[in-house]
């Protein structure tokens, strides 16, 4: 089985607990014996756009910046 998830935060990049989930349930899918991908922002210019982080492809975009009037606008530009 092959499965593609969707994250806007994976570590290093952690805000809160979605980086630690995704990346916890994406490596137990993968010993597991299921192929996982995540795909997320990264805002280092320096990081590579994909890696393999303990079994799991890692695919890391630029971020297209938008720029919110308030938090919860942000958040809404977010969905």
Do not use: C, K
């Amino acid at each position: 089985m092959r499965v593609l998830m969707f994250s806007w935060e994976y570590p290093p990049r952690v805000v809160g607990g979605l980086a630690r989930h995704v990346h916890e349930l994406s490596v137990a899918l993968q010993a597991g014996g299921t192929q996982v991908d995540v795909i997320t922002v990264d805002e280092n210019p320096v990081s590579p756009e994909t890696e393999i982080v303990q079994g799991v492809r890692v695919w890391r975009t630029r971020p297209y910046h938008l720029t919110p009037r308030d938090f919860i606008s942000g958040i809404l530009q977010m969905n």
